[in-house]
Each structure stands twice: as structure tokens, then as C-alpha cells.
């Protein structure tokens, strides 16, 4: 029955191929009966398939089913396969070996000799990948053949019948073309690796670009990111090695020009090529978030101390878990109603819900660099994300929140997508009153900026100068009578979180990342500027408390007409009175008042003009 | 013959390379070792899950909850393992051409087989604490006493019945047929010759299934390219898994009909990438050394009975 079969075979492949080479269709030691191999092992002999080997993974598995520890060629499994140009360009096994050839060759260099060829390499290499060049010419090593070195040229054995653009592919000694001279090309690209280097730092200490366009713009000096010393957010105190590398980063496939970010819990693998993927895909806050979360890196044995540096990842995923669904939508006494007329979240959109709810598009690398953050700087230049960032904290929220040019043009750093807004024709949000848009409704992306809130006062994007209200800088403090004031600098985060208001005793967060806790004890009341007058308003200044904001829903989405929502900023829980616990009773104005937003948004808090009405814009909530 | 059905078997979960362990001390990240290429695998009576890696020759322990608990280190080529009641475990030793003996700590107090096995690609252990060597460069299965005395060879080479061409796993399991009478038997996966075959525990041959068929095309139901790890579940249905076809074949164990398939190639949660062994766990899974993904691919056992409507 085998033999039957073998016959058949044979024939058929010769039929099939054409070739009529006894060469091509012999089955030589060790592909033949000494090894239990027959045609059909590989090769299908119906006459209406093709007898061809299949390509690619199939062909690796094919081989790898004998060749694995387990297999009949186990003494040779330390093998995988060559992925090449993010596996666009095959190059299989059977592209660098010729299962059908003898174990010696005569294509050696200097000519007119033979050499062992154990591992039946192939001399036709142009015959599956076209541009290389051929034949591959086989140096005499001390042991059977090399893969490049020894003396005289030219040097182009297997590797190089393709890698012929490399700067250094030659080893030839001179400049450019001395790397790793002397050495086999295998000594340091395993086969078993997929031909992937095997030192990370090694390779990415220097930067290198050969032209081929993979990776975009070549490869990173990667070690150089990490700032020296002890003060890595990652590495704390320890020289990044390839084993830090391997906490994030899978290589399985590197060589093919991808970067695989493995999942710190399940595993799974997040590949991207370059830094502009991350405006795209995969979502990356999903591989940090299952890291920084309440159980660490599940994966490893020691899942709250991933680099063995003692730094434990903080928990900032807890703080997405919660989001609030009410149309953003807000008024004021002296403007009416306005607003995006969109839900809002209590956190930055990271999560892939929130975008889809949104269309916004941001990203945990969008704000911190993985290899750049220090633990003196986390934060990393939006627009340079291998730059740490030089400015103050609340200068780097407003690289997104200054409004940019308006709806459609919001400036956002690289790959941020500001959140989408219904425009008219103007430019102008839909849902202020009298605005209904109709057929002229665009939905464009915009963000608004944090000094004003007031879209139909135009240019609604003017940028707020922060330097000019109490809660920054050059507050009344300064002024004849206010000397007595706080001397306390706030920026953007004394009172918004920007990983969410998420808590357990507030599940659901609060619109506008509030944070459920303010941390006020640096900030000191110092004297009685009111003297005459009900007290300072900031008698609780320099302590700290929880913060819960009240959000009493609206009846209508809008534009309704009523404010369809009230959040409770200065209640007994809100976020005022955190530090302005009497600022009810301390004037006549405040008497008559119930919440602190109707008056005072973000551009008049204890600024040159501190409530609606004066030089400033309208109130923000 | 059955009517047969593709069954699309589903992931539930995935275990990835561990890059370190729980037991010893690393002072040094790049000696922790990775899961990089799982071999073979066992499961204990406690429910730990026992996977030989034979690159990074070691032998991991996984919970019941597939955390890795231990890792036993320093075994060359570890192929083949079992475990038997008092928690030892036994290491085919690819290295040293035998098999070694842990306790339940990893410490090595026995070997067994020296100078007799080529090859311990897969063991298992019966009843009576026989050890049964899957010898695939041997060409046949060594049985040793619970003493390890090597007592029977079983099959020898060749392509007739009861000869075997690279016995690549071995399984002894009852076989549950009509009249209950729950013979065991040691099922062989018979690599070479493409095929199942099946003896009694005394060494005589009782039957054969399947046939060489070739890798890519054609009817391949009820055939196989490279018949690679076989497991019994507790329906008593035969899965084959066949690392040629990254398949594995559910089949009637003495009729050897096909009734079922499930696995695809592929990089993606719940494909195979070179599968090399297949165990049963509780509650309807298997566990799969995916060993070109390097990680153990956990799947839900498609409900057969279902799919055909019985």
C-alpha cells in the first residue's frame, strides 16, 4: 500500500511539476525512507492540486512536525521561522533550505572544492525571493559551512543574498561594514530566535536606519530614553536590561519591524510599528491599565513589583471605572444655557467605550512616556512624546484644553482626537438656544477650552491666561490690603484627577474629574483680610477632605430649555468648600447665592475680575 | 460512519509565557526563565497542571487556577511526564535518554531506563504504578515495573499491525464501551505509520484506526499527517491531536469513527500554533501545549453530542 502510494507520488509530482529533473524529484538522506519520508509527506499527488509545498506558516508548521523536541528530526528543532517586512515578503523555510538537496555542496568559496552542507542550504535563493542574490556561496568554516565569514570576498553566503542594503552586511572591515566582524551572523541571530538579535539593550543602544523604511525612520536608541540614575517611574534604580524589556515587550516577532506590547495579565499581545499607531490601534491604556490596577501584573510570579525594583504599579485603573451619563449641558445666570450637548465622562476618554461614546482619542503614551517618565516628571511632551515635559503641570493640561482654533481645528497634540461637537455653518455649537443648526449641523472634533465656556461669544478659543486668577498665579495676593492672602500656587490637579473620580463610596464619579479627595494642607490661611465683614471665606483652609459631588439629574436632554442637570459644587460634600467652607455668610452677594459655579468659573476665581459680569468670560461649570 | 462536524472549540483562556516563578531567588531578571517552547504536560490528582518546556528544560507547575506555582529547573530536554499517586513525577529525559524521578520537590532520586530508552517522548503510568515509555526513536513502548525494571517491550519497528514507526504519545485508559466492561488498554499514537493503535496491557495488539494521509488537501477525517498526543475524555471519546493538521480529531475509540474536529492554525486567542500534547482537565476543557505560541491554550471540549443531536 506504501509502496503503491509512493510510486504514485513520484510520478504525479513529476507529472505536476514539470521539471523532469531527476535532481528535483530525488529524495535524498535526510528527507527520504531513512527517516520514514516519503512524496506524499509533503506533497499531494492528485493530479488536480498542486504538488507544490505550501508557504509561509503552513510550510513552517509542516517542517516544525518533525522538526520540534518532540519530532523524528528533534536533534535539529532549535529552529523558527524568518518573518520578514511584517510578513509581507515569505521568507520560509524552504526559501533558505532545499529540502531535495544533498547534505554537501560543491557552491563554496574559493571555488573548485566541496563542503559539508548539513543543513542543505540553498544555493538558488533568488528561486523564492527575487530580489536576492545568487548563488548563495558557502565559506569553508572549521565547521561545515559559515554564513559569511573567513577570508577573501566576496561574502555573500546565505544571509547576505538578501541582506545586501544592511550597512554591515558585508563584514568586509571597513567603515560601515565592520559589525560584528569575525563573527557568524547566527552567533548573535539565533535561528531558533527567528533570526531576532538576541540582546535588546544591545541593538538599541545606538540608532541605526538601512533605508528599508521598517521601522519608520530606523531603529531607536532606546536605552537612551530611560533617564539615568535612580529615578526611572519603571526601572527605579536599576539599569534597564533585556530581561525589563521582556516585562512589556514580547519579541517573538520582532524581527518583522513590529513592537508587541504583551499583556501584563492574559498575555496577549498589543502589536504596533510605530508611535502613530497609537492614534489608531491597538488601544495601549488597556495593557498599562492591566498593569496599574489593584492586582499588578498577574502574568509574573511577583505581579506587584514587575522590574524587582520594589516599585508597585498604582492602581489608576480603578479610577476609569466609574462614568456619569448626563448631557453635558450648563447655564448661568447671566447667559442662559449652553453646552456640547454630549454625555460626559468622569475621567479622560481612555477606554475604547468612551471613545466610541465620545470620538475622542487619547491614550495613557499621550501623556507619559514609558522609557522617558522619571519619577520626578511622569509626564512627557505631547507633541515630542520622547520629550519629558519642561512646563508646569497645568500648562501641559492646556496643550489639549486651550480650544485651539475652534470646533474643527482644536489643535490637539499628536494622535489626540478632541471629542466630536455638532457645529452650524459658523462654527457655532448646536445646543445654544436659538442655534438649532439643522441641515447645516457638522460634527467635527473640538474640545473646549477651559476659560471659557461661552461658544457664542466670539472667539469662544481664546486662550485663558491662568496666570491671572487666584487659583494660579498673581492672584489678589499681591494687592494693598490682600497681603495676608494664601501663598499657595494651585495648578489644574489640586482639584481634578485626570485618571477619573472614581471611588468606592462614589462608583460613578462626577462629571469634569473632580477629585474625591483634595488635598488642601499645603494651603494656608494665614489672617483676616475681611475685617468688618462675616470672615474670611477660606476659614478651612489648609485642610484636606473628601470630596462627593451631587449630581440631581435633569427631566430633558437638551436642548430642553432647563438646565437638564445641577451638580452641588459648593454643598457641604462639594468641591469648594473643601477650603471656602463659609463662603455663604461672608458678604451680601454670597448670601443670596446657592452654588459658587453660577458666579465664578475657572476665569474669575479671585482673579482681576472674580465673578460674571467683570472683564473675564462667562462661568464655567 | 458518523456524520462528521466541524466544531469550532472555544478559548477560555490562554497562559502565556510566565517570565518568572514563584520558587527561588532572581537576583538577576535575565536568568528568570520563560515558558518558551511547552512540550508535553500532566495533570496530578490534585489538579495541578505539570508542563515540560524542552527549551528552557524545565518542568513548570501550574495551580489549579494555572498560576505557576514552582518551577523545576536544570532537566536538559525535558519530554515526556507524568505523575503518579504520591505526587513524584517522572521526566522523560531527551538529554540523558531516560527517565528521571522527582519528588514532589523537584529533587531527583531516581532514574529510570538508562541505557534502555533512545527516546522518552511521552509516559504514562497504569493502576499498578507501571511506567509506560513512549521510545519513539526506539520504535516501540517500554513498560517498567513500579520497581523500574524494564519488564516489556511493546511493538516493534515496522508498518504491520501492532508495529510501530516513531510511537510519538501514548495514553492507558479505559475504554467505556456498551457492555461496561472498562477494559484498559494503552492506545498508541503511532506517528510513523500514521495511525492509532491499540493494545492491552499484557502487550497484545487489539486494533488499529486511521491512515496516512498527506498534509494539506484532501479527506483527512478519520486519517492523520502526524498523530501527536492523545487524550481520553470522560464521555470516553478519543482525542487525537495531529500537530500536521494543528487538528484535534475527537473519535470513537474502538471503531475509530471520526465524530468531531476542533482547532485552527494561527497566532490569535484559541488557535495552535505546533500543538504538541493535549490534556483533559475537569468540568469539559483540555489544556494544549501550544509550544509556537509558547503558552498553554485552555479550550472548552465541544459539546459533540449536542452538534449531532443525540
Known amino acids: 500500500m506504501k509502496n503503491q502510494r509512493f510510486v504514485i507520488a513520484a510520478v504525479t509530482v513529476a507529472l505536476v511539476l514539470g521539471q523532469g529533473s531527476d535532481e528535483a524529484l530525488a529524495l535524498q538522506p535526510p528527507h527520504d525512507a531513512s527517516n520514514t519520508i516519503t512524496c ?71 571555488p573548485g572544492s566541496t563542503a559539508p552542507n548539513r543543513f542543505l542550504v540553498r544555493g538558488n535563493t533568488a528561486k523564492y525571493v527575487p530580489a536576492a542574490l545568487e548563488p548563495a556561496i558557502y565559506q569553508v568554516d572549521t565547521v561545515d559551512f559559515a554564513f559569511g565569514t573567513g577570508v577573501g570576498a566576496p561574502y555573500n553566503a546565505i544571509c547576505q543574498t538578501c541582506h545586501t542594503s544592511t550597512v554591515h552586511h558585508t563584514n568586509t572591515g571597513a567603515p560601515d561594514n565592520d559589525h560584528m566582524a569575525g563573527l557568524d551572523c547566527t552567533s548573535c541571530h539565533r535561528h531558533a530566535d527567528g533570526f531576532l ?50 516585562v512589556c515587550h514580547d519579541v517573538t516577532t520582532h524581527q518583522n519591524g513590529s513592537v508587541e506590547l504583551i499583556d501584563p495579565d492574559s498575555g496577549a499581545l498589543y502589536t504596533f510599528v510605530n508611535w502613530t499607531d497609537l492614534g489608531s490601534s491597538p488601544d495601549v491604556s488597556d495593557f498599562c491599565a492591566n498593569c496599574h490596577d489593584a492586582n499588578g501584573a498577574q502574568r509574573l510570579a511577583t ?182 492672602a494664601p501663598g499657595a500656587v494651585m495648578e489644574c490637579t489640586t482639584c481634578h484627577d485626570p485618571h477619573g473620580s472614581y471611588s468606592a463610596g462614589n462608583p460613578a464619579g462626577n462629571p469634569y474629574i473632580i477629585r474625591d479627595f483634595v488635598d488642601g494642607s499645603s494651603l494656608v490661611d494665614d489672617g483676616d483680610r475681611f475685617s468688618g465683614w462675616n470672615g474670611p471665606p477660606w476659614n478651612t483652609m489648609g485642610q484636606s477632605r473628601a470630596v462627593v459631588l451631587t449630581v440631581t439629574p435633569g427631566a430633558s436632554p437638551p436642548p430642553g430649555g432647563a438646565d437638564p442637570y445641577t451638580i452641588n459644587w459648593g454643598g457641604a460634600t462639594g468641591l469648594c468648600e473643601a477650603c471656602h467652607v463659609n463662603w455663604q455668610a461672608s458678604d451680601f452677594w454670597h448670601s443670596t447665592c446657592g452654588a459658587c459655579q453660577t458666579c465664578h468659573g475657572h476665569g474669575q476665581v479671585w482673579g482681576n475680575a472674580d465673578w460674571v459680569g467683570q472683564d473675564d468670560d462667562t462661568p464655567c461649570p | 460512519m458518523n456524520p462528521h462536524v466541524d466544531l469550532p472549540a472555544k478559548a477560555i483562556d490562554r497562559f502565556p509565557a510566565p ?178 493503535q491499540v493494545f492491552d496491557l499484557a502487550g497484545r495488539f487489539l486494533r488499529t484506526f486511521g491512515e496516512p494521509v498527506e498534509a494539506f488537501v484532501g479527506e483527512w477525517r478519520g486519517s492523520f499527517v502526524r498523530p501527536q498526543s492523545l487524550a481520553m475524555d470522560s464521555q470516553g471519546r478519543l482525542h487525537v ?24 492554525l494561527g497566532r490569535s486567542v484559541g488557535q495552535l500554533y505546533l500543538p504538541l500534547h493535549i490534556v483533559m482537565l475537569p468540568e469539559g476543557q483540555v489544556a494544549l501545549t501550544d509550544s509556537g505560541n509558547r503558552r498553554l491554550e485552555i479550550l472548552r471540549i465541544p459539546d459533540t453530542q449536542a452538534a449531532l443531536g443525540r
Not at chain 1, 535612580?230 to 534604580?237: D, I, S, Y
Not at chain 2, 526513536?137 to 517500554?142: A, E, F, I, N, S
Open chain 2, 19 to 196: 517570565r518568572e516563578v514563584q520558587q527561588g531567588t532572581f537576583p538577576d531578571l535575565s536568568v528568570r526563565s520563560v515558558l518558551q517552547h511547552p512540550t508535553r504536560a500532566a495533570l496530578d490528582g490534585q489538579g495541578r497542571l505539570f508542563v515540560t518546556d524542552a527549551k528552557v528544560g524545565s518542568v513548570f507547575v501550574l495551580d489549579r487556577d494555572r498560576r505557576v506555582v514552582s518551577e523545576h529547573k536544570g532537566l536538559g530536554r525535558p519530554l515526556g511526564i507524568a505523575v503518579d499517586s504520591q505526587g513524584n513525577i517522572y521526566v522523560g529525559s531527551a538529554e540523558h535518554r531516560r527517565v528521571d524521578v522527582l519528588d514532589s520537590k523537584g529533587r531527583l532520586f531516581r532514574v529510570i531506563g538508562e541505557g534502555a530508552i533512545q527516546m522518552p517522548n511521552d509516559l504514562a503510568l497504569d493502576g499498578d504504578g507501571n511506567l509506560y515509555v513512549a521510545d519513539s526513536l526506539g520504535h516501540t513502548v517500554r513498560v517498567f515495573d513500579p520497581s523500574g525494571n524494564l519488564t516489556m517491550n511493546i511493538g516493534t519497528r515496522g508498518d504491520a499491525p501492532g508495529e510501530l514507526r516513531f510511537p510519538a504519545a501514548i495514553i492507558v485508559a479505559a475504554r467505556q464501551d456498551p457492555k461496561g466492561s472498562g477494559a484498559v488498554e494503552l492506545y498508541v499514537a503511532d506517528q510513523g505509520n500514521g495511525r492509532v
Open chain 1, 197 to 246: 538579535p538576541q540582546s535588546c539593550v544591545g541593538c538599541h543602544a545606538s540608532p541605526q536606519d538601512n533605508g528599508d523604511g521598517i521601522p519608520p525612520g530606523g531603529r531607536r536608541a532606546v536605552v537612551g530614553e530611560f533617564p539615568g540614575g535612580t529615578v526611572h517611574a519603571h526601572l527605579q534604580g536599576n539599569p534597564v536590561s533585556d530581561a525589563d524589556c521582556q
Open chain 1, 40 to 110: 506524499s509527506n509533503c506533497h499531494f499527488p492528485h493530479p488536480s492540486s498542486s504538488a507544490l509545498i505550501s508557504r509561509d506558516a503552513t510550510q513552517d508548521v509542516m517542517c516544525r512536525s518533525c522538526h520540534n523536541p518532540t519530532g523524528q528530526a528533534s536533534t535539529m528543532s532549535d529552529i523558527a521561522m524568518h518573518v520578514v517586512n511584517t510578513g509581507t515578503t515569505i521568507v520560509d523555510c524552504g526559501s533558505c533550505h532545499d529540502p531535495h538537496g544533498p547534505q554537501t555542496t560543491t557552491n563554496v568559496h574559493p
Open chain 2, 241 to 264: 491531536l495531529d500537530v500536521g493538521l494543528t487538528k484535534v480529531q475527537i473519535m470513537d475509540p474502538v471503531s475509530g469513527d471520526f465524530v468531531a474536529d476542533y482547532g485552527t
Open chain 1, 303 to 484: 505581579p506587584m513589583d514587575p522590574f524587582g525594583g520594589g516599585n508597585a504599579p498604582a492602581d489608576m485603573k480603578s479610577r476609569f471605572q466609574g462614568t456619569v451619563s448626563l448631557w453635558e449641558w450648563y447655564g448661568d445666570s447671566c447667559f442662559g444655557n449652553e453646552g456640547t450637548g454630549r454625555f460626559v465622562n468622569s475621567h479622560h476618554d481612555i477606554s475604547d467605550a468612551d471613545q466610541a461614546n465620545s470620538g475622542a482619542k487619547l491614550e495613557c503614551l499621550n501623556c507619559h512616556g514609558a522609557h522617558t517618565s522619571a519619577d520626578t516628571q511622569k509626564l512627557t511632551d505631547p507633541d515630542s512624546p520622547l520629550t519629558p515635559w519642561a512646563g508646569t503641570v497645568s500648562n501641559h493640561c492646556l496643550a489639549c484644553h486651550d480650544g485651539g482654533a475652534g470646533p474643527g481645528a482644536p489643535g490637539m497634540p499628536t494622535d489626540v482626537i478632541a471629542p466630536m461637537i455638532d457645529v452650524d455653518a459658523n462654527g457655532m455649537p448646536c445646543n445654544i438656544p436659538g442655534n438649532t443648526c439643522g441641515v447645516s449641523q457638522t460634527n467635527v472634533s473640538g474640545l473646549r477650552p477651559l476659560n471659557s465656556c461661552s461658544y457664542q461669544n466670539a472667539p469662544w478659543w481664546v486662550q485663558y491666561n491662568f496666570a491671572g486668577m487666584a487659583h494660579f498665579g498673581d492672584s489678589k495676593r499681591g494687592w494693598p490690603g490682600y497681603s495676608g
